[in-house]
């Protein structure tokens, strides 16, 4: 039996009597040159490991990744903390958030990041995002710097670093000039020594202020713009420019967003990083954002609503509003495509344009509603030339749609909705990543710890899973994903990394990852079989010359006592004979030995029901091309379901199976 269906995708059937196939951590490949019954036409290759390019300081969930616009630099939000990478991806902080967890959406225009959180929006004005680290502690309102990495310390440049507090702005030189020493600080805190960097303001100048409006009379340095953070001596925190009066830029008047009193010329800074107040636009927060004609568009969580700021500007005017009112349901998403806003409610969705319409720019396309609206907020991305979503409607939730045009089609399986029925999916988070030519929806359900792949070159389905040190499987590691300096960057979901999706390497950051094929029901009118041989064609020689990955190491004659133990007085501690007792708490020793990797194969005779031992053999070592990994003499069935699994980190391909069967007496 040639080809019986060994090769293929994950469809899992509510019954798995009806058919019981995984495909996890491997993706199905079509030659379109072969013919259907050829042997190789699908191939499984294993699916992208996770390469370490960058850790985040405060190691916590990495929340949103975007590549600002001309690809210099890529933004990470990981916890409170907002971070500028360049192509060095070192990373530098360059403002703080409100909130320290869930998912945040990034755009730019070009000139402004835009960053939104749920109950806040913020922007950053694109700039250099570093120009000193360093090493250094604060007490009160002194910066102590014990050592400096790279660059120059200077007044006037915004201080960052984990702890530190919004708005710090260096303001005068003490012992240090540059390099190690002290220096004063506006605002009074006190951090430990830990890893800080410095980065120039937008603009240094002398100014007063009268009520909301400021009054600059000489410019020391920089450009004042739209959406900066005004900071200085009696300047009350989270005051920002809305609008140029006679200013544009250097001297002249700017309008505040907070009224204060600074009767007398003092030096102010222009901080390129800003919380945009409440009274920007017509209300307060977004969970989703996009651009659109050079307009920051975003809603309004848990109302109809939905904004828009001005042209070319982080700042929002009062009337730039609408609201999603082709159906009464609320707007939970939305997303640019082909320069049209998709509103996605909670059950329904339409489509505006922008018509250059005073006050609001954008008006509703006439027959663009649908009646599939979204389950979750997140799980929406590009997909082809259109995009995909977890869908809800009016009849119930959690099939996966492509929007084509404004039409959205099913691209999910019976299969996949089954493992999604009557489950929360209202936290699913997806992205998409392309390479080789396989573009593929990725869609992560945080409560049922799963994820999901859809390749768009095959329109199959498989499963991307993470496997823990107890051979279990979680949800995939990638919270959030950019293409930065040609690479696919996605970011860890709890610990601040950030990895290349690399298919070069086996392991996700060295933890091996275990990939499952698990083959259709072979089943001849329920007739007793003898299955005499069974070759599955992996591609050979695949060892490797030594030790990589990971695998833990566990010793019977080791005890660790940990970092203290104390022994009372007339106590006594017993060494056993050949046992070794060791005062620290145990580092696993982690390693794997890839000179001759291995397949596990195991079956059921029960449709599923229950499996056997896993038995052994090997790939291939090193060179040896003509290895074939068979195993013989697998006794009788009527139903039979075959499974094979790897841990190896090597490049384990499956080409095709060939199976030698007999009926038998029955």
Not at 408 to 424: C, F, G, M, W
Request: hydrophobic content about 35%; aromatic content about 10%.
């Amino acid at each position: 039996m040639p080809d019986f269906g060994f090769v293929g995708s994950s469809y899992e059937a509510p019954s798995i009597y009806q058919d019981a196939q995984e495909c996890i951590n491997f993706f199905p490949e079509v030659d379109p040159v072969k013919q259907q019954g050829e042997r190789g036409v699908v191939a499984l290759y294993p699916t992208p490991g996770l390469t370490l390019k960058a850790l985040l300081p405060n190691q916590q969930e990495v929340r949103g990744l975007h590549t600002v616009s001309g690809g210099n630099q890529l933004i990470a939000v990981c916890g409170p903390y907002v971070y500028a990478l360049t192509a060095n991806l070192v990373p530098s902080v360059i403002g703080q958030l409100n909130s320290s967890s869930g998912i945040v959406r990034i755009t730019d225009n070009g000139v402004n990041v835009y960053i939104v959180d749920g109950a806040y929006r913020y922007t950053w004005y694109i700039s250099s995002p570093a120009a000193a680290v360093f090493r250094a502690s604060t007490s009160g309102t002194t910066l102590t710097v014990t050592s400096v990495s790279s660059g120059t310390i200077a007044v006037g440049q915004s201080l960052y670093g984990v702890g530190i507090l919004p708005e710090t702005v260096i303001t005068a030189l003490g012992s240090g000039s540059g390099g190690i020493g002290t220096y004063t600080i506006n605002r009074s805190q006190t951090v430990a020594s830990e890893s800080m960097n410095s980065a120039a303001v937008g603009a240094v100048v002398t100014a007063t202020i009268t009520g909301s409006t400021m009054t600059v009379s000489a410019v020391t340095s920089g450009t004042l713009h739209i959406g900066q953070t005004i900071q200085g001596t009696g300047v009350t925190l989270g005051t920002i420019i809305t609008a140029f009066g006679t200013g544009s830029g250097g001297t002249g008047t700017y309008t505040l967003s907070v009224a204060s009193t600074v009767a007398v010329g003092v030096t102010m800074y222009g901080l390129n990083f800003s919380v945009l107040p409440s009274t920007d636009g017509a209300f307060s927060g977004a969970n989703t954002v996009d651009i659109v004609d050079n307009y920051f568009v975003y809603n309004n969580p848990t109302t109809q609503q939905w904004g828009a700021s001005d042209l070319l500007s982080p700042i929002s005017p009062q009337t730039s509003y609408s609201l999603k009112d082709g159906a009464p349901d609320k707007l939970v998403s939305l997303i640019v495509d082909h320069r049209e806003v998709y509103l996605m409610g909670e059950i329904s969705s339409e489509v505006w344009t922008d018509v250059g319409a005073v006050p609001f720019p954008f008006q509703r396309i006439p027959g663009t509603s649908t009646q599939h609206g979204i389950a979750a907020p997140f799980s929406i991305s590009r997909l082809g030339n259109s995009f995909a979503y977890v869908s809800r409607n009016n009849r119930g939730q959690a099939q996966i749609m492509q929007m084509q045009g404004y039409i959205p089609q099913r691209i999910s399986t019976h299969a996949v909705e089954n493992t999604l029925a009557n489950q929360y999916v209202g936290d699913a988070i997806s992205w998409t990543y392309q390479l080789e030519g396989h573009e593929v929806f990725v869609v992560t359900f945080p409560s049922l710890q799963l994820t999901w792949a859809y390749d768009i070159a095959t329109q199959m389905w498989h499963k991307w899973l993470y496997t823990t040190d107890s051979n279990t499987y979680q949800r995939h590691r990638g919270n959030c994903c950019a293409v930065f300096q040609g690479l696919v960057m996605v970011g860890d979901y709890e610990n601040g990394k950030i990895y290349e999706l690399d298919k070069t390497n086996y392991t996700d950051d060295g933890q091996n990852i275990r990939r499952l094929r698990r083959a259709p029901h072979l089943v001849t009118e329920f007739q007793r079989q003898y299955f005499d041989e069974l070759q599955i064609q992996f591609q050979p020689g695949v060892g490797t010359t030594g030790i990589s990955g990971v695998s833990q190491v566990v010793s019977t004659n080791t005890t660790y006592l940990g970092d203290t133990y104390t022994i009372a007085s007339g106590g006594t501690l017993l060494i056993e004979p050949d046992h070794i007792y060791i005062l620290a708490t145990q580092t696993p020793v982690r390693y794997t030995t890839t000179t001759n990797p291995q397949a596990m194969l195991r079956w059921s005779n029960d449709g599923g029901s229950t499996w056997s031992n896993e038995h052994w053999t090997s790939v291939g070592q090193l060179g040896k091309y003509k290895n074939r990994a068979i195993w013989r003499r697998l006794g009788t069935a009527r139903d039979r379901i075959f499974e094979v699994s790897v841990t190896d980190p090597v490049n384990f391909v499956i080409v095709s199976a060939n199976l030698k069967l007999q009926g038998a007496d029955n």
